[in-house]
């Protein structure tokens, strides 16, 4: 925490994290103002998106610890910049992250324009992460300390330009004190529950928000062998490793060829979009779930450009999935990664994350 007063813009979205960083910056002698961001309008109600409760709750934090709160809507921003590109992927068959999006388009982008444009010198969110300045006056973007909730995997797209502007304040903080410190200082907020929604669906059910915006193709499910299980209601609402709402859970193996038991779960394993066909496999550990090579592209760079051939780097290929060991190969159109362990559900159109250490390097998007 620099000892120079700064002008800080926060963004307080009614969650304990940015409410406790916000008060940290003020405790530490920074000029703080709040933004509550709106991205997502249609159907916002109280039953999924809370919006309303959530602006209640930042301006009762802002009350408590005595700053200033404006609310501002980013909703067209997000609708053009993340939601649009969001449908895309879907119904290209790809399973996309708009988490990473929002924040590369809409937090850090979006948000600190705004910021800017009040005389900020920092804007600072609730993430758990960390920004070190180099000697060179270039900036590295490293995990938060408590790994159960680093959130660097998210913030991969972010630039120089937007990291050098970029304050964490919970980068060095473990969850469970965060929660104690905001009780303790009397924070209204401080026992409420983490959202867990996509960031513009909330705790809606998934493929019912879905169902609304992408064309339905009912097509065949078939396993492995070929044959024939069902029939799924569009390709686009499918991942890879899905095990839940497939429709396949009265259907058998029959036979143990594979050593497997009769009712041994399925997972969606292959999306075949010039066939309509969803392939599904029984066992988590079926080959056809995983991979030990991927390629990604839409690189993003924290450092501007890509890393040197390496094979001594790690990987992420999903969030809350620990660091995996591999070799990483650049590539004309973006990378390659060779895993020395098999990954599981390596999904086209999530992103793969790379770090040397507790440096996140940047990543790209896994292709098919």
Known sequence: MKTKPLRIVV???GGVDSALSAWLLKRAGHEVVGIFMKNWEDDDDDEYCSSRQ???DAAAVADVIGIELEHVNFAADYKDRVFAEFLREYEAGRTPNPDVLCNAEIKFKAFLDHALRLGAEKIATGHYARVRERADGSVELLKGLDPLKDQSY????LTQAQLAKAMFPLGDIAKTEVRRLAAEIGLPNAAKKDSTGICFIGERPFRAF????????PGPIKDDRGRMLGEHVGLSFYTLGQRKGIGLGGVKERGAARGGADHAPWFVAKKDLPSNTLYVVQGHGHPWLLS????AGDTSWIAGGPPAASP???AKTRYRQADAPCTYEPAPAGFALDFETPQ???TPGQSAVLYDGDVCLGGGVIGA
């Open 11 to 13: 963004g307080l979205s």
């Open 292 to 295: 030990s090579r991927l390629a």
């Open 312 to 314: 001594a780097l790690a």
């Open 210 to 217: 879905l169902h609304r915006y992408l064309a339905h193709t």
């Open 54 to 56: 959530d602006f209640l």
């Open 344 to 346: 599981w559900a390596v």
């Open 154 to 157: 998210f913030l991969h797209r």
